[in-house]
């Protein structure tokens, strides 16, 4: 396995926000253009059963920082009196997270972006139909320069094969009116990458943060999980234009897992980091097929953080 880091600059504006499943659905297209039908349909052929999938994908994040986990602000060390102020505190530099220093998270721009105005187009007159113009509007926003996390089975995608991807996946742009420029981006790196493990005191315990939207469920060995209910409508090309339903923890899911859960427990894997050095990388969910040829991601990267006991106790007790 391997886990690299793409740092990715905007080059428009976006209308669909940069969720780690949407990514991995928007780069399986891409390969199946680049590498063809039957390739992708190998690499997908044990999708929702695979222990370690071919690709895990993570959701894009400012780049240099991490999100803030959804917990309580008493989980998180934070003050109560200041709830609108710890709202807007959404990032973590990358050495305050795996120290578990929530308190220090920094204002993101949470902005909601511009109200664009559109035309339907009768493409047998030309026009813009009837009286009014079918006007509709959509909601764009430009992204800071991000970082997406993936995670990837070497024996079976090539490093240059999975760039090469990401790149067309930019210059084609991403989600929804790629097709009028909306979405584009330059992949400004792509390197291997390891997550700093946290040293752990007497008073604290092993966390981890879920980098996308995954699929939660009893058999994961988790004891505490603090997240925000998601439901997914997917969408596909083809004669089933939406997909089933599903119903996720979004990114950002703080999950503490029992110490001996058996095979129940997140995956770990050993991730190639190049001149004989590894590291750990931690996976957590459940790839879902919806269908003969359709899947979804719903296995989520996990990156290691810790909380005090203490905290988690009273919580509980709350």
């Given at each position: 396995?391997k886990?690299?880091?793409a740092k990715i600059k905007?080059?428009?504006?976006?209308?669909t926000?940069l969720?780690?499943d949407?990514?991995?659905?928007?780069?399986?297209?891409?390969?199946?253009?680049?590498?063809?039908?039957?390739?992708?349909?190998?690499?997908l052929?044990n999708?929702?059963?695979?222990k370690?999938?071919?690709?895990?994908?993570?959701?894009?994040f400012?780049?240099?920082?991490?999100?803030?986990?959804?917990a309580p602000?008493?989980?998180?060390g934070?003050?109560?009196?200041?709830?609108?102020?710890?709202?807007?505190?959404i990032?973590?530099t990358?050495?305050?997270?795996?120290?578990?220093?929530?308190?220090?998270?920094l204002?993101?721009?949470?902005?909601?972006?511009?109200?664009?105005?559109?035309?339907?187009?009768?493409?047998?007159?030309?026009?813009?139909?009837?009286?009014?113009?079918?006007?509709?509007?959509l909601?764009?926003?430009l992204?800071?320069?991000?970082?997406?996390y993936?995670?990837?089975?070497e024996?079976?995608?090539?490093?240059?094969?999975?760039?090469?991807?990401?790149?067309?996946?930019?210059k084609?742009?991403?989600?929804?009116?790629?097709?009028?420029?909306?979405?584009?981006?330059?992949v400004?790196?792509?390197?291997?990458?390891?997550?700093?493990?946290?040293?752990?005191?007497?008073?604290?315990?092993?966390?981890?943060?879920?980098?996308?939207?995954?699929?939660?469920?009893?058999?994961?060995g988790?004891?505490?999980?603090?997240?925000?209910?998601?439901?997914?409508?997917?969408?596909?090309?083809?004669?089933?234009?939406v997909k089933?339903?599903?119903?996720?923890?979004?990114?950002?899911?703080?999950?503490?897992?029992?110490?001996?859960?058996?095979?129940?427990?997140?995956?770990?894997?050993?991730?190639?980091?190049?001149?004989e050095?590894?590291?750990?990388?931690?996976l957590?969910?459940?790839?879902l097929?919806?269908g003969?040829?359709?899947?979804?991601?719903?296995?989520?990267?996990?990156?290691?953080?810790?909380?005090?006991?203490?905290?988690?106790?009273?919580?509980?007790?709350?």
């Open positions: 396995m886990l690299y880091k905007p080059e428009s504006n976006f209308i926000p969720f780690g949407t990514i991995f659905g928007s780069l399986c297209l891409v390969l199946r253009e680049t590498l063809g039908e039957e390739r992708l349909n190998l690499l052929s999708f929702e059963s695979e370690v999938p071919f690709l895990s994908v993570s959701s894009a400012k780049s240099g920082f991490l999100p803030k986990p959804t602000f008493e989980l998180l934070e003050d109560k009196k200041e709830r609108k102020e710890n709202k807007k505190r990032w973590l990358r050495e305050a997270f795996a120290k578990g220093e929530f308190s220090s998270a204002d993101g721009e949470k902005s909601e972006g511009e109200m664009a105005f559109h035309n339907c187009v009768d493409r047998a007159t030309f026009s813009a139909g009837s009286e009014g113009g079918e006007v509709y509007v909601r764009e926003f992204p800071p320069e991000s970082d997406i993936l995670c990837f089975d024996s079976r995608l090539a490093e240059n094969e999975l760039k090469k991807a990401l790149i067309l996946l930019g084609a742009g991403f989600g929804k009116k790629n097709s009028s420029g909306k979405g584009r981006f330059s400004e790196s792509f390197e291997a990458f390891s997550f700093e493990k946290p040293e752990l005191k007497e008073d604290e315990v092993a966390a981890f943060v879920a980098l996308s939207p995954f699929v939660l469920h009893a058999n994961l988790v004891k505490e999980a603090f997240y925000e209910p998601f439901t997914r409508f997917g969408k596909r090309l083809g004669e089933q234009f089933t339903p599903v119903l996720m923890a979004n990114t950002g899911a703080l999950l503490v897992f029992k110490e001996k859960s058996g095979e129940c427990e997140r995956t770990c894997v050993r991730a190639n980091l190049g001149s050095k590894e590291c750990e990388v931690n957590c969910g459940e790839n097929r919806l003969e040829a359709l899947v979804h991601q719903g296995k989520a990267i996990l990156a290691p953080t810790k909380v005090k006991k203490q905290r988690l106790e009273n919580d509980k007790k709350e």
